[in-house]
């Protein structure tokens, strides 16, 4: 068995099997994915989208591809075709730009919205109060081949477990408070994407109901 394949196994058996893991391969090779691959793991995440189709046209077809980066809007249509989940739905904006691509492609495209939670600049992502307007907003309404899924959000990046815990426990209450208000009759407002390689336990803790492990599963990055 390859490091990988073990790797993968060994995070499953500590991960409750009602939490999604989206393997992040980003900057990894074909080969690698493909160890991950073998063991029968299907969902992986990608945040360039120029490595995504290079990828995606290489590996087997079953997989289940995941935008998790920031998109720019010109960049949608490349992956609008083939892409299972965009997480980071950052603007009413994109995701406009998102329906019409999926209209074009005669698709509905799964999206998660990224809430801005941390207390550092480089991360984007909606207020609240700003997801609150677009969802009450009759243009929102008036989309139909985007189905969002739940939200995504990143803690910051500090040794401080007590701050981190409050940033997941913040994002699984915003998602709370849409589901109650905005999707309780939608079944598929339901995911909760927050945890990566430094910080997943807490997040689990916290309610995530998918993590994105890159560095536990294929190693650091060079």
């Not at 799964?110 to 207020?127: D, M, P, W």
Request: with cysteine.
């Amino acid at each position: 068995m390859t490091e990988i394949a073990s790797n993968i196994i060994s995070l499953k058996q500590q991960i409750p099997g009602s939490v999604k893991i989206v393997a992040v391969s980003k900057t990894k090779p074909d080969e690698d994915i493909l160890q991950a691959y073998n063991t029968g793991h299907r969902i992986f995440g990608e945040n360039r989208v120029n490595e995504i189709i290079s990828k995606k046209d290489n590996l087997p077809g079953d997989i289940e591809w995941h935008f998790i980066g920031h998109l720019q809007t010109n960049k949608v249509k490349s992956i609008a075709p083939f892409i299972n989940m965009i997480e980071s739905i950052d603007s009413f904006r994109l995701l406009k730009v998102i329906e019409n691509e999926a209209i074009r492609c005669g698709r509905i495209i799964n999206c998660l919205l990224q809430f801005y939670i941390a207390r550092e600049e480089t991360k984007s992502g909606f207020s609240l109060a700003e997801a609150k307007e677009m969802l009450e907003s009759d243009e929102f309404r008036s989309l139909n081949n985007i189905r969002l899924c739940g939200v995504m959000g990143m803690a910051t990046y500090t040794y401080d477990t007590a701050q981190v815990r409050n940033e997941f426990r913040t994002l699984h209450d915003y998602f709370t408070e849409l589901q109650n208000k905005y999707f309780i009759d939608n079944q598929a407002f339901k995911e909760i994407s927050m945890g990566m390689s430094g910080d997943f336990r807490i997040a689990i803790e916290e309610g995530s109901t998918m993590v994105r492990i890159g560095s536990i599963i294929f190693g650091e990055r060079k």
